[in-house]
């Protein structure tokens, strides 16, 4: 069983929908990241989470330290959402990036 | 601020070869870590460097290594290469000593092993 588990693996919606990208893991944790990878291979740190709640523009991100779960949402989706998001976490103690396999999400304008 | 850049972009290279590619952080960011990214494997953690010393390794074999310059910049090394070798590596950098912290990816380097 993987240590960073993510739901769904894909996912294509409608521009303009509600997004969520949920993310849940098994280890104890410093922190949470949350990633966004285009075609070509260039990754983009959206946020890091130690606890709560962080809002960047139409992201948002949520964690549950007791739960071991994150989730990740877009509102009012665009097309140049369209990537894979990963979620990584950082292990209490050895501190590694541990990373999900990512959600490949598309946006159909 | 120019972003983490990486040298070269593509490489090909034959089994059994060494290849080394190169990572230069963010200006004033003394941590670099690196990772390999595969289709089947996803990504992975390789090693981290902070002030030329490694403070973190992953689970690859010896095969791989890594150094950091005074300059911070960091290159790794991949020795007699094998098909399964063939990646997105990528190096990302960062500027707290203190963990956790916030972490600047590189383009990458795609390796193809042939």
């Known amino acids: 069983k993987n240590e960073v588990e993510q739901s769904p693996q894909n996912l294509t919606a409608q521009e303009g929908e509600f997004i969520t990208i949920n993310c849940s893991y098994s280890v104890g944790i410093s922190a949470l990241h949350w990633l966004q990878q285009h075609p070509g291979g260039g990754i983009v740190s959206l946020f890091m989470l130690s606890s709560g709640k962080k809002k960047h523009g139409r992201l948002i991100a949520t964690i549950n330290i007791q739960e071991k779960h994150s989730s990740l949402h877009i509102t009012a989706s665009h097309p140049r959402d369209s990537a894979v998001y990963i979620c990584a976490v950082r292990e209490e103690g050895n501190e590694k990036l541990t990373f999900g396999t990512g959600t490949r999400l598309t946006i159909i304008p | 601020k120019a972003g983490v850049t990486q040298t070269p972009r593509y490489l090909i290279k034959t089994r059994g070869q060494q290849v080394t590619l190169s990572c230069s952080p963010i200006?004033?960011?003394?941590?670099v870590s690196w990772y390999q990214q595969t289709p089947g494997q996803g990504l992975q953690f390789l090693f981290e460097?902070?002030?030329?010393?490694?403070?973190n390794k992953g689970n690859f074999p010896g095969r791989f290594s890594g150094r950091q310059f005074s300059n911070s910049r960091s290159e790794m090394n991949v020795s007699t290469l094998e098909l399964g070798d063939s990646a997105l590596y990528l190096c990302?950098?960062?500027?707290?000593?203190?963990?956790?912290?916030?972490?600047?990816f590189g383009p990458g380097t795609r390796l193809t092993v042939t």
């Open positions: 460097y902070f002030s030329e010393t490694q403070r």
């Open positions: 990302a950098s960062s500027l707290e000593a203190l963990r956790p912290y916030e972490q600047y």
């Open positions: 200006s004033g960011h003394r941590s």
